[in-house]
């Protein structure tokens, strides 16, 4: 440090004589809050070392809905922002039963042996509307959680698909930094949450099961779309004749689709997640797929693209939280309620008072 910067009125000297003058309690709140500084300053730097525990606990942050996590977290995400992006993040699905778990401790334990780091997490909005979810209820993934270059994190709960969205793409975000450069995030097909983890992802792969019969029926028509991959799961044993016919089947019916903004013909392969059969496949097929992306630009433009959609995103679910959350909107809408029961007014006009009177109350 330089004589001028200690000279300084900036330079902080610890025990300067002038600091016997201070209020004892703000020396302690000024204590409090550099401890607070250092604290998060170590929880982030710990983070970009890649240790897990930081990791965790910064997702924790994440999770949390108090207003002083939320600030830290915010700040978290921050010094994890520039470190973040080089990854691929891969989007997992198909219905309970299929084999997700077999398969992500499969193709995990593989990547691993490949040299990379995985995290696993997962989107399950069951977690929030009931007590079991669909995901999160069995041991899962016993050997991976063994790994040291594996991260498992369970479904965040949350009030809304919204709110459990927002956490997983922030917890991306955080495992990016800390070193993790493939990215799983599994999901079960309820409500919209195929299309969100859609939306956060590179890649999105389909496992199936291969049926009696007519594969196509069950399926929503909208998962083959978005599908980059379906892999049909439990091709072993009796299975096997089966889950080839299957293919052959969804092979047919892809031609259907139109082609994909990303370039990428989607494939469908078979695996058996129990005896790790087809697992280096889908692991070529991925990269093949990489390759294509980064060379025809479409991996960067899908990102910016997804990036746009969960600001916009955000900002909804802000502005609708804050509305329907005021306390005088809650009252003057249940007032409008009534009114429209009583035919006083139309759902029309109880609208445009509503948001009137919202913007009033913004401005004082
Ligand atoms: P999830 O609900 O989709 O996560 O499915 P699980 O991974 O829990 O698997 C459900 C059941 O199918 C378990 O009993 C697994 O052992 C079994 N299973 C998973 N993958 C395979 C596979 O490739 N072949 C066979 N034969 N069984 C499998």
């Known amino acids: ?16 004589p002038g600091s016997k003058n201070i209020n004892p309690n703000s ?9 607070k500084r250092a604290s998060e300053e170590d929880l982030t730097s710990q983070l970009l070392k890649g240790n897990k525990t930081a990791l965790g606990r910064a997702i924790t ?10 600030e830290k977290a915010q700040a978290l995400i921050e010094g994890a922002l520039s470190h973040a992006n080089k990854s691929i993040r891969i989007g997992i699905t198909g219905v309970p039963g299929v084999g997700k778990s077999t398969f992500i401790e499969s193709f995990g334990s593989y990547l691993i042996k490949q040299g990379k780091k995985v995290a696993v997490l997962a989107v399950d909005p069951t977690s929030s509307l009931s007590r079991g979810s669909i995901l999160g209820d069995k041991t899962r993934m016993e050997n991976l959680v063994r790994e040291e270059h594996a991260f498992i994190r369970p479904s965040p709960s949350g009030e809304s698909l919204g709110g459990v969205a927002r956490k997983t793409r922030e917890s991306i ?6 070193g993790f450069d493939v990215i799983l995030i599994e999901t079960v097909g309820v409500g919209q949450s ?10 999105f792969l389909l496992l199936k099961l291969a049926g009696a ?3 196509l029926q069950g399926i929503k028509r909208g998962i083959i779309e978005m599908a980059d991959a379906i892999v049909i799961n439990k091709a072993d044993g009796d299975n096997q004749k089966a889950a080839r016919e299957a293919k052959l089947e969804f092979n047919r ?4 689709y139109p082609s994909k903004e990303s370039g990428w013909k989607p494939e469908v392969a078979l695996s058996s997640a129990l005896y790790n059969s087809g697992i280096a496949e889908v692991w070529e097929m991925i990269s093949n797929f990489q390759k294509l992306v980064f060379k025809n630009g479409h991996f960067n433009a899908n990102r910016h693209q997804q990036n746009k959609f969960w600001l916009l995103q955000t900002i909804n679910e802000h502005l609708k939280n804050n509305f329907y959350q005021h306390p005088q909107i809650k009252e003057a809408l249940a007032e409008q309620l009534e009114a429209i029961g009583n035919n006083k007014t139309t759902a029309f006009s109880a609208a445009i008072y509503l948001l009137n009177k919202y913007r009033e109350l913004q401005k004082i």
């Open 253 to 256: 019916a892809l031609q259907l």
């Open 61 to 70: 942050m994440v999770e949390s809905n108090q207003p002083a996590h939320k």
């Open 173 to 178: 975000v955080l495992c990016e930094a800390a």
């Open 194 to 203: 195929e299309t969100t983890v859609h939306s956060m992802t590179d890649f």
């Open 1 to 16: 440090m330089s004589k001028n910067s200690e000279k300084s009125a900036l330079h902080e000297t610890g025990s300067s």
């Open 27 to 35: 020396a302690e709140r000024i204590r409090a809050i550099r401890k």
């Open 213 to 215: 019969g007519d594969e």
